[in-house]
């Protein structure tokens, strides 16, 4: 029988397969099928084997092939269609397997095995294609404000169907590390998202066939500025440098500046402007103010804006005088010179007349390492003060009992 090509050959080849053979056999003489029924399972992209090994076959016996969905595929070795990824391989006499090459996913199904005996005989085999799992779409980068929810994605396909898993990459921690988030499923939800949930999401896709299939995903999380000062007030005396610091937090980072008096500050000889980055969300601007006079003192005010908000906070910024040590001279009845000192507390110039120089030293509102570029802590400028009393009055018994000798 020759090799048949168009649906009418096909027609003719069935018709000549199920009219061959009628020979009438003695008992023992049966083509029967040598191997059990069995169930093949390949994975998509290999070759699947499909067994089928005849006995007591003649030469008026012919072997087929049929798929799934009933079409014939081969009729002794011959290939009945087009399909080139099919054959029939016969490494033994008895042998009448099937090749097929490059499976594919719709290849599954029930396959038969026949000879052309009246009655046909049949086997079948059950064709399973296992599939790796892919991700054939996913929901991508996200952008969010903070305090939104956010919905990430991974539509996943495979044979069986993949399971998938969701982990967060702690990228900006010192050591790389993942953990598991959330629940199985092709969804990751997260609820009112706050910028420290900003990160890399991965969903991983698994069904114990290799590979596996991942998708990362970033999650931008952004919101408006918040300003911290350091300190709300500080003390510098005239004619020396100082520095305001203010740190603005925000993602992303827009409009930051200091502002005197309504208009903003700028480089030149007087000011010098330094943006220092602390951290991802974090920066620091930094006012230096040369050779203060009087027209430096007074309110500053930090400003800071993006798409999403604004803030701002002032620092006052006021003149610190250093104190000042008095004497007057005390003769005795006996001729001696005593000297007494009286202690000057600082005098602080305040444009804000809500602090007068008049309170106690020991008043919060002058707490700070006056002087300085930038305000110490309360306790240090306590302690220092404490320390400065003690000593100059120890200098003071001293000098009277020299004296009185």
Wanted: glycine content about 6%; hydrophobic content about 30%.
């Amino acid at each position: 029988m020759g090799f048949c090509v168009d649906f009418i050959e096909v027609l003719l080849c069935f018709f000549l397969f199920l009219q061959t053979g009628t020979s009438v056999y003695s008992e023992g003489q049966m083509p029967n099928f040598d191997v059990p029924i069995l169930n093949v399972t390949a994975v998509s992209g290999t070759t699947a084997v499909l067994p089928c090994t005849i006995t007591g076959i003649t030469d008026d016996n012919k072997v087929a092939w049929v798929d799934p969905r009933k079409k014939l595929l081969t009729v002794a070795e011959k290939r009945i269609i087009t399909d080139l990824r099919i054959s029939v391989e016969r490494p033994f006499t008895k042998d009448w397997n099937l090749h097929i090459r490059s499976v594919r996913l719709n290849d599954s199904g029930e396959y038969l095995c026949q000879i052309n005996t009246m009655p046909v005989k049949s086997m079948k085999i059950l064709l399973t294609i296992h599939e790796p799992p892919s991700i054939i779409e996913h929901s991508g980068d996200q952008t969010v404000r903070e305090g939104e929810t956010v919905a990430l994605w991974c539509k996943v396909v495979g044979e069986p169907y993949p399971a998938v898993t969701w982990y967060r990459h702690y990228i900006h921690e010192q050591k790389s590390a993942k953990s598991a988030i959330g629940e199985e499923g092709e969804a990751l939800r997260i609820h009112n998202i706050s910028r420290y949930c900003e990160d890399i999401y991965e969903c991983m896709a698994n069904n114990d066939i290799e590979p596996g299939a991942s998708q990362r995903m970033k999650v931008n999380v952004q919101f408006p500025p918040e300003i911290q000062l350091y300190s709300n007030r500080m003390g510098q005396s005239k004619g020396k440098e100082t520095i305001l610091d203010c740190r603005i937090t925000a993602n992303p980072h827009g409009y930051i500046v200091w502002k005197r008096k309504g208009k903003e500050i700028t480089n030149s000889h007087k000011y010098g402007i330094t943006v220092y980055e602390d951290d991802r969300y974090t920066k620091t601007l930094s006012l230096r103010i040369a050779r203060l006079n009087d027209d430096d003192f007074g309110k500053y005010k930090c400003y800071a804006e993006n798409k999403y908000g604004t803030d701002t906070e002032e620092m006052m910024l006021y003149e610190h005088v250093e104190r000042r040590i008095t004497t007057t001279p005390k003769t005795t009845t006996d001729g001696s010179l005593i000297e007494t000192y009286s202690w000057k507390p600082a005098v602080y110039y305040d444009p804000d007349s809500r602090y007068s120089p008049t309170r106690s030293w020991d008043d919060p509102k002058y707490s700070g390492n006056a002087g300085a570029s930038r305000a110490g802590s309360e306790k240090t400028c306590r302690q220092s003060h404490h320390m400065s009393v003690v000593t100059l009055g120890f200098v003071t018994h001293l000098i009277i009992c020299i004296l009185q000798r």
